[in-house]
Every structure is written in C-alpha cells, then in structure tokens.
C-alpha cells in the first residue's frame, strides 16, 4: 500500500545546508574567510538561495512521476499511462412525482427533459419520459439536477415543488427522495487510489480487486468496496460512501450498472450490489487529567474531544472494521489522558465484510484530576 513506502528525497533542499557548503567550497579554494556582511559571502548567500530553490524544483518535479508524491495535472498523466482519467463533477438526482387531480382516460406523458426547481435558481429535469397511465393519477420518475457538484444534494421530500415546464393536467410535483449523488471533480486522493487498482481492470470484473476497482468508478465519492462470493458464481458487491454515509439507491443504480456491464463482469457471475448492513453501538467514556497537566487540561479537554470524534468516523469509514475499543482508548491516551474508563462498546465486536460500524450515540465525560 502507499502509506505504508518509505519516504524518498531525489534532491536535499535544506536551504542553510547549502549556503554552508557553499561558502565553506569557497573558503576552501580561496584560502580566505568569510566574515558575516562580506560582499563576497552576501553574492554567496543569495547563489545559495538560488541552488536551493533549484533543488525544490528539482524534488518535487521527481516526486511527481511517483504515485504516492504526484498531484492535480502530474496525477492526471500518471493516469493516462493505465487510461485511468479523474472523473468530472456528478449532478445530484432524485425520484419526483408527477400528479393529476383526476384520472383520465388515456395516458398522460411526462417528456424526458421536464424541469421542476425548489426556487432558488437551481433546476431538476426527467431523465427519461414518463407516464400517468389511463386510470391512474400519478408517475414517478428520476430527475437530475442540470447544474453538477455537491449545489443539489439535501433537498428534502416535499422540497422540490415548482414545474419550470408546464405539463398540461399535472396539478402537483414534488420530490420524494432526498436529491443526493452530487459530487465535486474526483480528488486527487480517489484517483490516486483508482490508478493503484488499474492493472486489475485488465481482467474482467473475476478477481475480487477488478470488482473493487469498477465501483468505485461509478462514482467519486465511493470511499469503500467489499467483495463477497457466499456461493459459486455469486457475487455480492457492498458500497460505502464518504463519511461513512450509505449509498443512496441512485447510486447503488450507478455501481450496479457499472459492475454488471457486459464486458466486465463474467458471464456466469450473479452480481448483487447492496449497501452495508449498519451494526449500531455507543460511545460511553469517561477520562482523566493528570493533576501535572493542570494549567493544560483545557487544551487536553479539546484533544480528547477531537479524539473521540476521529475515532466515530474511523470506525464507520471501512467495511467489515470491527468495533474495537481499544483504538478508542489509544487515542484518547493519546491526546493527553492520564486514565480512560470505556463503558460503552463494552468489548471486542467483529464485523463481517458485509457490515459497517453505526454510532447511535456518542458522550464524553471528564472524570476529573488525578495524581500522577
């Protein structure tokens, strides 16, 4: 894995490592010494600076051939060379439902394009035409926000109200899922990511890697994949989104349609795409200062609070990571706790890859000062 490689220097920048070679070069070859404020030794301070910066340059231009160093348009041509490219800004989509006060006797159809919008300058259309068939009063179907990134997520059921394009006998429109899906361009950390999984794509979507790399290219905010196969010529595909949140049924559309198409997933392959199943637990703990710390326990207070909070997201941030609350003491140890009591989880929990970690609720409790 790349986090776990050594770090590597392809040029020593250290600014005053080179004014110092450089002047002692000098003193050497000349015979002479360099007093602090001597013309000489100020024209060799500011060659140094420019031997420095060039080194940086030097560096960073290595680094950015390497997968773990490399960034932005360095990150993009390393893609290229697997034909792996950063994927655009995704518009957020939602289910609508159109309504007639009356049923009519044929059908009413609902062009694909229409446009509804919350009123604020924002605008959902139909991905495909729909119909109110004869007899009945309403349709639903999906529409996808016309303006891409994170701008149409979170609109409620009930939000989403106002048609832009009258359809004729349609009296009502409203959203009835929560527009979600609306990512910004893939960060360099998800590319970085997918262009370490791109030799798997060579083979179709068998080898548990390959099934792993194409969902995440569904979607760029796919922060984890686990891969099951309970019986021969099953698959089960599970898909965590950042956060730790689960995927919408808009995306799981997306990661299925993706993981199913018909040059990557074997033919005998049976292919179920599912979001993790939640196992709930609390977080119950009580710490203690060291009396020693005194005059910095507000700033330990925060520590152990931002400990906590971080390990909340780690534990629901991978599928399968088992609930363990000795992570939880480690931190909090960490931030500066003299003592920590975990009341709740109460022990080891293992998770399955089929399962992700839920807090249903989280306190934090300052048992007080305690002597060394």
């Avoid at 110092?20 to 000098?26: A, L, N």
């Avoid at 609508?96 to 300058?121: C, H, N, W, Y």
């Avoid at 997520?153 to 929560?178: A, C, F, L, P, R």
């Avoid at 480690?330 to 931030?335: E, F, S, T």
Wanted: charged share 20%; hydrophobic share 35%; net charge negative.
């Amino acid at each position: 894995m790349l986090e776990n490689l050594p770090e590597i220097q392809f040029s020593d920048a250290d600014a005053s490592k080179v004014e110092r070679d450089v002047i002692t070069t000098y003193e050497q070859i000349s015979g002479k010494s360099l007093a602090p404020g001597d013309p000489v030794r100020l024209l060799l301070e500011g060659l140094a600076y420019l031997i420095a910066q060039q080194r940086f340059v030097i560096d960073f231009a290595a680094k950015q051939n390497m997968l773990a160093y490399s960034r932005g348009e360095y990150l993009d041509h390393l893609g290229a060379l697997t034909d792996t490219e950063r994927l655009d800004a995704q518009a957020a989509t939602t289910t609508m439902e159109f309504s007639i006060s009356e049923a009519l006797d044929e059908a009413l159809l609902i062009p694909k394009g229409t446009r509804v919008t919350p009123g604020d300058q924002l605008y959902f259309a139909t991905t495909e035409a729909a119909e109110i068939p004869a007899g009945e009063t309403s349709v639903t179907v999906t529409a996808k926000c016309q303006t891409a990134g994170t701008v149409g997520n979170g609109y409620v059921s009930g939000q989403i109200t106002k048609m832009v394009d009258v359809v004729e006998h349609v009296t009502s429109v409203s959203n009835t899922t929560t527009s979600l899906g609306g990512t910004d361009e893939e960060s360099d950390d998800s590319l970085r990511e997918r262009i370490r999984l791109a030799p798997e794509k060579y083979s179709s979507a068998g080898p548990y890697h390959a099934y792993v790399y194409w969902a995440k290219t569904a979607h760029q905010d796919i922060l984890d994949v686990s891969v099951l196969s309970p019986n021969p010529g099953e698959v089960d595909v599970y898909v965590l989104m950042e956060g730790g949140d689960l995927p919408s049924s808009e995306i799981l559309d997306e990661v299925d349609a993706t993981v199913n198409g018909d040059k990557r997933r074997p033919l005998t392959d049976q292919v179920t795409v599912s979001a993790p199943s939640q196992v709930s637990y609390s977080v119950d703990v009580t710490y203690y200062i060291a009396s020693g710390d005194s005059n910095i326990a507000s700033s330990i207070q925060d520590a152990v609070q931002d400990a906590v909070d971080a390990y909340v997201l780690w534990q629901k941030s991978k599928i399968g990571r088992d609930i363990n609350p000795s992570e939880l003491i480690r931190r909090v140890q960490q931030a500066g706790a003299k003592r920590v009591e975990v009341t709740s989880p109460s022990g080891f929990q293992a998770l399955d890859l089929s399962q992700v970690a839920s807090d249903s609720s989280v306190n934090v409790s300052y048992g007080g000062l305690e002597d060394a």
